[in-house]
């Protein structure tokens, strides 16, 4: 928890609109954090519905209320693209957030940069020149969008409807965003970022971004105790990263080989 959160106005005033002592607020916000550092580390907690953020956090009343006083108390803000976002969750999370964040070549919702200084030198070095050439192809010095959320071409007809725009951009996920999503959920980053890089490009190839966009939620609501039993779900099989390449297996997309030139080590 950010040292003097117990003593800031918000939470209090978060305490008395709810209810509850101020260390039931303090405990709420601490339980909101980890939520979103350890399943929506960009900070959009708005992909989980009201009531999954509330069973986290362990509200017993109605979920609306909490996410609305939670709203009212600038704790969390609503955002037309994520729902809900986390507020000033770059400068507020952990250290931890922002190193897995660049090691996935990944920005935070509303467009920052995750920091670089808590990476090794030869991180840096091979990461930095990812987000350098983003600032230079948006001319943004620090935030910068994701490429799948580039302003739309307003000499492209088919972007000319901001909704139309935002429906091309739901409907087909970009190589990156994919990728950036599985290495998340996988934790392959480290070890199989090139693999997953050919194999996005295959299922893309294939037009199975659905395919692999619906095996990474659920990847994800697995990896929650609370979602996986409010959803009735299974734990899976095998780690993520190997359950994700088995179904892709399943229908039809062909594997490239594993880093180490077996290609079976991911699905077996």
Known sequence: MKRGTPRHLKTSRLARRLGVPKHSAVGILECLWHLTAENTPRGNIGRYSNEEITIELDWQ??????????????????????????????????????????????????GTEPKLTRLSAKERENIEPFYTSARQAHGKPTVCALPSRAEPDPAEPSHADPQRAHEERTSNPSADSLLNAVLLVSGDADTHSQWWADTVKRVRNAGQEHTLEECIQYARDCADPNIRRLKDLG???RPPGKWIATKLKEVGIHLPPAPNGKAARMTN
Do not use: G, N
């Not at 931890?96 to 996935?104: D, E, I, P, Q, T």
């Open 61 to 110: 009343s109605d979920p609306d209320e909490l996410i609305r006083t939670l709203i009212e108390c600038s704790w969390i803000d609503e955002h037309p693209e994520h729902r809900l976002v986390v507020h000033d969750w770059p400068d507020h999370c952990e250290d931890s957030v922002h190193v897995k964040l660049a090691r996935a070549h990944e920005y935070f919702a509303d």
């Open 235 to 237: 734990e899976l099989p």
